[in-house]
């Protein structure tokens, strides 16, 4: 299936209207993990993507077919980096999240290298991917020290690709209340070795009577039940986030 996540991606600080952005169009698709019988056909995609986000790199996938990343979603990635067209991929975990088996592990262990760092540096190489986006729900769930760990994960990545490689944290905007915690997460720490962040919108409010009146993304609203984009924007503008790696 495919999934457009982001149609248009404006910078912060709010000041900067979409005209003035000069970033890439991200578009998202979602691959095989959504149950469905859509064909990936490259001449349907919309002209102005300028970066392909595809699929998931999932660390605890390993089936009977697929290993960490679908098979049929490797056709996709060669197909588009054939034509040309710039491929992000996202890492994270089909089942339930285990992010201290990737941030808090032994990296001196046999097990860490060969299980974790290698299969994800081969499937870089492999395809020419060009920038990975760290599918971290929930950010602030970690120990104080998840900015270190994270950055030194991203660091041995970078340097282990044979390519330039982008790295980016995917950020849930519900959590905009915890953006100016640095005792939560200290993203000044991060600001040097992240070459973005992606704020997610999808689920800012529930979908309840209230959501399907003023949309679950409302830019502001009257609606005390209901937080806002603005509200968010507020809360990037102040944390310590490099501004201008904000998407």
């Known amino acids: 299936i495919i999934l457009l996540l982001v149609l248009c991606i404006s910078l912060y600080p709010a000041s900067n209207t979409q005209d003035d952005c000069t970033s890439n169009i991200i578009c998202g698709i979602a691959g095989r993990d959504w149950l469905t019988t859509f064909e990936f056909n490259i001449s349907t995609m919309p002209e102005d993507c300028g970066i392909f986000a595809v699929a998931s790199f999932a660390f605890d996938r390993n089936d009977s077919v697929n290993t960490h990343f679908m098979e049929s979603d490797k ?3 060669t197909t588009l980096t054939s034509a040309g067209k710039i491929v992000y991929t996202s890492i994270g975990f089909q089942n339930e999240d285990n992010w201290p088996l990737i941030f808090e592990a032994d990296e001196s262990s046999t097990n860490y290298k060969t299980e974790i760092i290698d299969p994800l ?9 060009s920038g990975v986006i760290i599918d971290m729900q ?4 970690g120990p104080t020290d998840y900015p270190q760990k994270m950055s030194t994960f991203v660091t041995k990545i970078k340097q282990s690709v044979k390519h330039d490689l982008k790295f980016g944290l995917q950020v849930e905007s519900w959590s905009y209340e915890n953006f100016s915690c640095s005792e939560c997460f ?3 720490i991060t600001n040097s070795v992240l070459d973005f962040y992606i704020i997610d919108f999808y689920i800012l409010n529930i979908c309840d009577s209230d959501g399907k009146q003023y949309g679950l993304a ?6 005390p039940n209901m937080t806002t984009m603005e509200q968010v924007t507020a809360a990037i503008t102040n ?3 490099d501004q201008s790696k904000i998407y």
């Open 218 to 223: 409302p830019i502001t609203c009257q609606n």
């Open 75 to 77: 056709n996709i990635v």
């Open 138 to 141: 929930y950010v602030y769930d």
């Open 239 to 241: 944390s310590s986030m």
């Open 186 to 188: 200290d993203f000044s």
């Open 121 to 129: 540096v081969t499937f870089l190489n492999a395809y020419n991917i």
